[in-house]
């Protein structure tokens, strides 16, 4: 069965600090891997995604995560932290689930991050 | 430009009344998900419905129904509420594909069982 761990629960970084959120995963088979931003009374968005195609993936607002099969690991990094970037944030796993096929989505517990001026 | 669309966005339900949070994508996507928030424990899935016509449980099932009305339409029913059942509830939707599975959510639906 697959699952997805968080390593934090809290995350607190200054304005212009790297950002660094921590996701290892367990998967049967080869993962796809999300990251999710949620801010405040949202719904969830999408960061970046890893389909295999190369192992460090960038998404929007300068956030980039590198696939590590080695370490079942797939962390999230910024360089340079923006006030703009205090959100919950989400890892996520997905494979192949149920009886008749389609896509089953598991999210970890999620990690909020604090952006200090 | 609307998305997953759901409803109601608040609920105040007393033990043991029954709901339906409705939940409609106009993304032409196959997948339908419904999700349920709580602290500390992120998102956990409650039922799926890979395409129209086909509906499995997800990690919490237990208290609620599902029907996929159609393609675009997939809601959640709760036959008798629990305090348990306090949450903020997200519909979303997703289409197959070689490159994974990306998932959109709705803006959540927030109920509360006094």
């Known amino acids: 069965a697959q699952s997805v761990t968080q390593l934090g629960s809290h995350v607190s970084v200054s304005e212009g600090a790297l950002v660094l959120l921590r996701c290892n995963y367990s998967s049967s088979v080869p993962p796809y891997l999300f990251w999710y931003v949620q801010y405040p009374n949202q719904g969830l968005q999408l960061l970046l995604k890893?389909?295999?195609?190369?192992?460090l993936v960038k998404g929007i607002n300068g956030f980039e995560a590198e696939f590590k099969k080695s370490e079942t690991s797939f962390h999230l990094t910024k360089p340079s932290a923006h006030m703009s970037d205090a959100a919950e944030y989400f890892c996520?796993?997905?494979?192949?689930?149920?009886?008749?096929?389609?896509?089953?989505?598991?999210f970890g517990a999620g990690t909020r991050l604090f952006v200090k001026a | 430009n609307a998305g997953v669309t759901q409803t109601p966005k608040f609920q105040v339900l007393k033990t043991g009344q029954s709901m339906t949070l409705q939940c409609a994508q106009d993304?032409?996507?196959?997948?339908m998900y419904w999700y349920r928030q709580d602290p500390g424990m992120g998102l956990r899935l409650i039922y799926y419905?890979?395409?129209?016509?086909?509906?499995d449980k997800g990690e919490v099932p237990n208290g609620y129904n599902v029907s996929r009305l159609n393609k675009r339409e997939f809601s959640l029913r709760l036959e008798s509420a629990a305090p348990s059942q306090t949450s903020v509830y997200f519909c979303?939707?997703?289409?197959?594909?070689?490159?994974?599975?990306?998932?959109?959510f709705g803006e959540g639906s927030w109920l509360t069982v006094v």
């Open positions: 979303a939707s997703s289409e197959w594909g070689a490159s994974g599975n990306t998932i959109y």
């Open positions: 419905s890979a395409s129209e016509g086909t509906t």
């Open positions: 993304m032409n996507h196959n997948s």
């Open positions: 996520a796993v997905s494979d192949k689930g149920g009886r008749r096929g389609g896509f089953k989505t598991i």
């Open positions: 890893y389909t295999s195609a190369a192992t």
